[in-house]
């Protein structure tokens, strides 16, 4: 029994062989599907702007919305794969099933983007003349194709890193410390794909022909799926043990069903099943959830004394399980803002860098490579915490580095800072514009004006990002973990939408019937460093809130903080998006 691995079988049934399942050949044909999709995702996210305003001639506030939507949607779908994995497929399946999906939607985008009868034709708007834009049958086919790639973006998202530590048994000293590096290279290859994506992809996109840059990343994918599949019968699979969303829905329905009935004066009555090591002592937080553990009569099922219904009854720490999820909700709610400003740095912030001056002696910066300041304030931020804040943070407090809800609680700080400092770079390309005319395809300003405000939310990314991860995951019921993480990414999801939502409000009440507006048809006519500045302040608002939340929140089983390079690179990346 030495050789088989306890809690996992291979592609047959039978329990795995160490020997011939799992470990770094496995892993290594995962991260194919990993890189492909990032590339893929990132590439088209970065630069879809530029298309939706300069080929389709959509104004520039719906072009930022149908980005935004999409990212949003990309994020949302995580859940959905995370939970036909969780309760149906499994993590094999679901990978191969969404891949071949994003699959389809990046070829789908290729030949939408190739054939002229799928764009309205070519025109360079002036002020005197408008262009056609794309009509509902051109949309209608760019839109089938961005969100099968959502679809699939989403179902990937959810497994591909579980079932890359699937290959490894972490009851195993060895295999644990593969795990370890397992880990470092996930994250390197979320990095490659994304620093290829805004770099070598984008410029494909603005110089050969964006028809190109898909079908580039359409047939990377399918060979990545041949290659995925070619492991099958190496990789190890673990057993579905069902969706934890299940589990909450039970809470809440024998909650409610129990709504009239009284809670006993003693905890000691209410029910518990739970092995005494296994259980999480009853709190007073959200006492209406206790009534789900009230026994009544009916809550068991007929012959079976032991099986109580769990739609009727559920034990104490079912029951707190839920309630430490409640209690996440707060911070939750407060940090969904900041990924609100990130969606301006893809969407807007781009519009803005493609009218100014972006070249380096003969060579041209495509407009959608300046997110490359993400990847390098992100992996300079991790650097700078940890070699040099940490240790002298340790030296003058005796803690390892700040808390989950210090580094979240920067991360606000430092986008609100981000979006005013926007604000002023917007006024300052705007009275160029004004100067030389607002039609003038090409601000005589650089591009390197917009480099604080990416720099500032990148850094915001590294600390939120590792913050929230860490304070969703050591706060969390042992059994949600997935599930937590799930809801940390619904964050970003409803950023994006909360992002389109403000973009359509500030159209609607600004606007007029010629397309100005803060948020004009043409940015130049616009007043989007106003925009920019209401961002700034609702950033402001939210921070506020935000302490409040996290004075209120009290942490449960408080684990020591995790390191910033660890969260990253280590055990927590297992659930990175």
């Known amino acids: 029994m030495s050789w088989t691995v306890a809690d996992a079988v291979d592609y047959k049934g039978f329990p795995a062989d160490r020997s011939k399942t799992g470990g770094w050949v496995p892993a290594a044909l995962i991260l194919g599907i990993e890189i492909c999709e990032r590339l893929s995702t990132m590439g088209i996210a970065v630069n879809l702007v530029t298309y939706l305003v300069g080929v389709m001639h959509l104004p520039s506030s719906t072009s930022a919305n149908v980005v935004t939507d999409f990212m949003g949607t990309s994020f949302l779908l995580c859940l959905l794969g995370g939970f036909l994995a969780d309760s149906f497929l499994g993590r094999y399946k679901t990978i191969a099933i969404f891949a071949a999906i994003q699959t389809l939607g990046t070829g789908a985008l290729a030949i939408a983007t190739k054939l002229p ?6 025109c360079h708007a002036s002020a005197s003349h408008t262009c056609k834009p794309a009509n509902g049958f051109q949309m209608g086919i760019l839109y089938v194709a961005l969100y099968l790639i959502a679809l699939g973006t989403g179902g990937l998202k959810s497994s591909v890193s579980g079932f890359g530590t699937d290959q490894f ?3 195993d000293e060895k295999e644990k410390a593969q795990m370890t590096y397992f880990f470092n290279r996930f994250f390197f290859f979320i990095s490659t794909g994304t620093l290829t994506a805004v770099t070598v992809l984008v410029y494909l996109q603005d110089e050969v022909g964006r028809s190109w840059s ?15 599949l070619s492991g099958t019968k190496r990789y190890r699979y673990k057993k579905s043990i069902g969706s934890p969303i299940v589990q909450i829905f039970q809470v809440i329905v024998a909650a409610i069903n129990k709504r009239k009935m009284e809670l006993p004066y003693s905890v000691e009555l209410l029910y518990e099943d739970t092995p005494e090591a296994q259980r999480i002592h009853h709190t007073d937080q959200f006492q209406f959830l206790d009534k789900a553990a009230i026994v009544a009569q009916g809550d068991f099922e007929r012959n079976v004394v032991s099986a109580p219904n769990p739609w009727k009854l559920c034990s104490v720490t079912k029951v707190e399980e839920v309630k430490m999820m409640v209690g996440l909700l707060p911070v939750w709610a407060t940090t969904i803002i900041f990924w609100t400003t990130y969606a301006q740095m893809i969407t807007f912030s781009v519009e803005q860098a493609s009218t100014m001056e972006r070249s380096i002696g003969g060579f041209l910066i495509p407009a959608g490579s300046l997110t490359v300041f993400f990847v390098a304030a992100i992996l300079i931020t991790l650097a700078v915490y940890d070699r040099l804040i940490m240790p002298l943070w340790k030296k003058l407090k005796g803690n390892p580095g700040f808390t989950n809800l210090q580094r979240i609680a920067i991360g606000l700080v430092l986008s609100t800072l981000g979006m005013a400092v926007a604000a002023l770079a917007e006024k300052k390309r705007l009275a160029v514009a004004r100067t030389v005319g607002a039609t003038t395809t090409t601000l005589p300003i650089s591009v390197f004006m917009l480099i604080p405000q990416f720099f500032l939310v990148g850094a915001g990314e590294a600390f939120i990002y590792t913050g929230q991860l860490d304070f969703f995951i050591t706060q969390s019921p042992k059994g949600m973990k997935t599930m937590s993480t799930g809801l940390f990414l619904t964050t970003l999801s409803l950023g994006f939408f909360v992002s389109s939502f403000l973009v359509s409000v500030v159209k609607k009440v600004t606007g007029s019937n010629d397309g100005q507006g803060w948020l004009a048809d043409n940015i130049n006519h616009g007043r989007l460093d106003c925009f920019y500045g209401l961002l700034a302040v609702l950033g402001v608002i939210n921070f506020v809130l935000y302490l409040v939340c996290a004075v209120w929140y009290k942490p449960k089983n ?7 390079e660890t969260i990253v690179n280590g055990s927590s990346a297992e659930n990175k998006c």
């Open 169 to 171: 048994d972490d009851k």
């Open 117 to 122: 009868q799928l764009r309205p034709p070519p």
């Open 214 to 228: 898909y079908g580039i990343c359409s047939v990377s994918m399918f060979v990545a799926i041949l290659i995925f």
């Open 558 to 564: 408080p684990k020591p903080a995790l390191q910033m």
